[in-house]
């Protein structure tokens, strides 16, 4: 009776540790939904049009510590559709704020990305990304009308846009032209059209290193001619348009071969994984914006391919993603055959060694944040009008001509020779929730 009895604790014991440990290695690591997944309730009521919701979902996510960046980002986005400006701006100045911090402190913080998984590391934004957020602060302070901060804006991204080219030199795409031409319409707004002319040729230049999908903005060639010639400014009305949503980043699992694999040992693996980022693009809603009052019309031109800049930017980040997850692939492999090793006279070693070789996989996770709220591409319509108040209607255009949305701006005032800058954005609409199996 005594040695059954031994027997049945051994395995109640065996089972007890067996959960303990279990519990402790998946408590430790990570949850599986992916950052892209999490964000889509704030992406639907968004789409929705209820930034109230979107605002509150958001909050709900509660994005701290190596994600506080995000939050600030995503924050600041909603905030500015929701017309909100000098909140946005207080957003975006915390999170440029936290982006040199972060910058700082990034090699520290690479090394402990080997150790665990990229998720720890705290998201510092795509190059990319660093660039398009003083095109927001800008915005943000042409629409409250206040040009001196927007030329403060721009005088600051030229010092960052000349810092990111020094790092990623070689990337082209990182020219900040769309910026660029904003700033440039924010320069002569403020009176210094020498500057202007300076941003705008940089501009023109970066449209052609960017090597886009799109032609060079035709009015941007019309300011610079303009411009040259001494000619000054029209009234005119500025409708930005973020189209679409920026892609999303999933999870791509790669099988490799455990280079220690011992058939001879029970419980080893034979294939580890190695988890590494996918850039998925998503489809754009709006192939183009006419802006109208009364009889005229202008069309939008694309001025900025968020998609396709944040995709090279992605990619060229790649070689290091990989580099690091194989350096921490092995890393953990060894960790895992030391403990083993150690583990060899415990009576629960083969229940312990299936606990470790589990932690080791799935404790790898790729790093599948972005900047979700950031649009697809950006478009700009211009329309000149003559001094005075205007109601104006955008009438947006899917990819077969068909109409697939109208936005109205009332009573927009125009004074002789300056600029009023007027901001939308269209998401595709939400899609269907799945049916219960």
Not at 189 to 212: C, F, H, N, T, W
Request: aromatic share 6%; hydrophobic share 40%; with cysteine.
């Amino acid at each position: 009776m005594k040695v059954a009895f031994r027997s049945a604790s051994k395995r109640r014991l065996s089972r007890v540790l067996l959960g303990v440990s279990v519990a402790v290695a998946v408590l430790s690591l990570p949850g599986c939904a992916t950052y892209s997944a999490s964000f889509a309730k704030v992406e639907s009521a968004a789409a929705n049009r209820d930034l109230k919701e979107a605002i509150k979902s958001l909050d709900e996510l509660k994005l701290s510590g190596p994600d506080e960046l995000l939050h600030h980002l995503n924050k600041g986005t909603l905030l500015s559709l929701q017309g909100d400006y000098a909140e946005s701006n207080r957003h975006f100045d915390a999170a440029k704020s936290l982006m040199e911090t972060l910058n700082a402190i990034s090699v520290t913080e690479q090394t402990a990305s080997v150790i665990s998984n990229d998720t720890v590391k705290a998201y510092e934004g795509l190059p990319s990304e660093q660039l398009m957020i003083y095109s927001f602060e800008a915005l943000n302070y042409l629409q409250l009308g206040n040009i001196d901060d927007a030329a403060v804006e721009a005088r600051q991204f030229d010092v960052k846009q000349g810092l990111i080219a020094e790092k990623n030199k070689g990337a082209n795409y990182l020219s900040g032209a769309f910026v660029r031409y904003l700033n440039g319409m924010v320069y002569e707004a403020a009176g210094e059209r020498g500057d202007a002319v300076i941003e705008m040729r940089k501009a023109l230049e970066g449209y052609k290193a960017q090597d886009s999908a799109f032609p060079v903005p035709q009015k941007l060639r019309e300011d610079m001619a303009r411009l040259a010639a001494g000619k000054p400014a029209v009234s005119e009305v500025v409708l930005i348009l973020h189209n679409g949503l920026g892609a999303s980043v999933d999870e791509n699992n790669i099988r490799v071969a455990n280079p220690f694999y011992d058939p001879r040992k029970t419980g080893d693996i034979a294939m580890l994984s190695l988890a590494v980022p996918k850039f998925v693009k998503r489809s754009l809603p709006v192939d183009h914006v006419v802006l109208s009052s009364g009889s005229n019309s202008a069309t939008s031109e694309v001025v900025e391919d968020v998609n396709g800049i944040a995709e090279k930017s992605f990619n060229d980040r790649m070689p290091a993603i990989i580099a690091r997850g194989a350096v921490r692939m092995v890393a953990k492999n060894v960790a895992a055959q030391e403990a083993k090793k150690r583990m060899q006279d415990n009576p629960y070693a083969a229940l312990l060694n299936v606990v470790t070789d589990v932690a080791t996989n799935v404790s790898e996770r790729a790093d599948t944040r972005s900047w979700s709220l950031l649009p697809g591409n950006i478009q700009m319509a211009r329309l000149a009008l003559p001094e005075g108040r205007h109601d104006l209607t955008a009438t947006y255009y899917g990819s077969y001509g068909n109409i697939v949305g109208v936005r109205e701006f009332k009573g927009v005032e125009l004074k002789s020779g300056h600029k009023v800058f007027v901001s939308d954005y269209y998401l595709n609409p939400p899609a269907a929730p799945k049916a219960a199996n």
